[in-house]
C-alpha cells in the first residue's frame, strides 16, 4: 500500500514541483539547465524498472536472510529513500535533482518489491488455508494506496509544499517498519536447505498416502 502510494504521490507531484522550481519549458521563469518531460517521465518509471529488475532476485535474498528481514530491508530501503526524496527539494542545480532523484526512486523500486513479493509469500505459506481470504485483504490495501495516496499528498502539497510531504510519507513509511519489526515473527526467518524441503515433501507424501489422502 504504501510503495502504491508513493508511486501515485510521485505522478502527481513532481511535475509540479518542477515547474515551481523553473526547471519545465511551461514555467513562468524557466532557469536553465531544464528537466525535460522524458527525463520526468524517466524519474516516475524507473520505480517499475527496478522492480523488474530485482523481482526474480527476490527469492535468493529472501532465502538468505530470512522473509522478516527482507521485509525490513526493503521497507527500511523504501523509508529511507522517500526522505531522500524530501530532502531532494533543497537542491538549486536541476541536473543534481535530475540524478539524484533517479537514484531515489531506483531505490524506492527495489524496496517495494522487496516488501511486497515477500509480504505475498508469507501470505500464501503462513495463511495455506485462507489464502484468497488475507490476498483480497492484501489488494484492498494496494487499492487504497492508490486511490488515497494521491489525495492526501495533493492535501499536504497545498498546505506545506513538497518537501514536507515527502517526509510525511516518509514517517509513515518508517511507522509501517516499526510495526513489522514488532509484530512479525522472528521465526518467519528461518530458511530450509534444498534437502530438508525434499524430506518435508516425502513424509508430508508418505503421510498422505497412510492415511489415504489424495
Same mark, same amino acid.
Given at each position: ?69 527482507? @521485509?525490513?530491508? =526493503? &521497507? $527500511? ?6 526522505? /531522500?526524496?524530501?530532502?531532494? #527539494?533543497? +537542491? ?47 489488494? @484492498?490495501?494496494? =487499492? &487504497? $494506496? ?6 492526501? /499528498?495533493?492535501?499536504?502539497? #497545498?498546505? +506545506? ?50 492415511? =489415504?489422502?489424495?
Amino acid at each position: 500500500m504504501l510503495g502504491n502510494m508513493m508511486l501515485e504521490n510521485m505522478t502527481a507531484l513532481l511535475p509540479t514541483f518542477i515547474k515551481e522550481k523553473g526547471w519545465d519549458s511551461t514555467s513562468e521563469d524557466p532557469k536553465p539547465p531544464l528537466i525535460s518531460g522524458f527525463e520526468q517521465a524517466l524519474i516516475l518509471s524507473i520505480f517499475s524498472i527496478a522492480q523488474i529488475i530485482f523481482a526474480p532476485l527476490n527469492a535468493i535474498i529472501k532465502n538468505k536472510w530470512g522473509a522478516k528481514n527482507t @521485509i525490513l530491508f =526493503g &521497507f $527500511g530501503i523504501l523509508t529511507l529513500a522517500t526522505f /531522500g526524496l524530501g530532502g531532494i #527539494a533543497r +537542491f538549486e542545480n536541476s541536473r543534481a535533482f535530475l540524478y539524484v532523484a533517479l537514484g531515489l526512486r531506483f531505490l524506492q523500486g527495489q524496496g517495494d518489491v522487496l516488501l511486497q513479493i515477500t509480504g505475498y509469500s508469507i501470505v500464501t505459506s503462513v495463511f495455506n488455508d485462507q489464502v484468497l481470504k488475507y490476498m483480497s485483504y492484501i489488494e @484492498i490495501a494496494v =487499492g &487504497f $494506496g492508490l486511490g488515497v495516496g494521491p489525495v492526501i /499528498g495533493e492535501i499536504l502539497d #497545498a498546505q +506545506f509544499g513538497y518537501e514536507i510531504t515527502m517526509y510525511f510519507f516518509g514517517l509513515i513509511n518508517l511507522v509501517g517498519v516499526l510495526i513489522c519489526f514488532a509484530m512479525i515473527p522472528n521465526e518467519l526467518n528461518q530458511t530450509a536447505s534444498d534437502e530438508e524441503v525434499a524430506e518435508f515433501q516425502a513424509k508430508k507424501s508418505d503421510l498422505l498416502t497412510a492415511t =489415504g489422502v489424495q
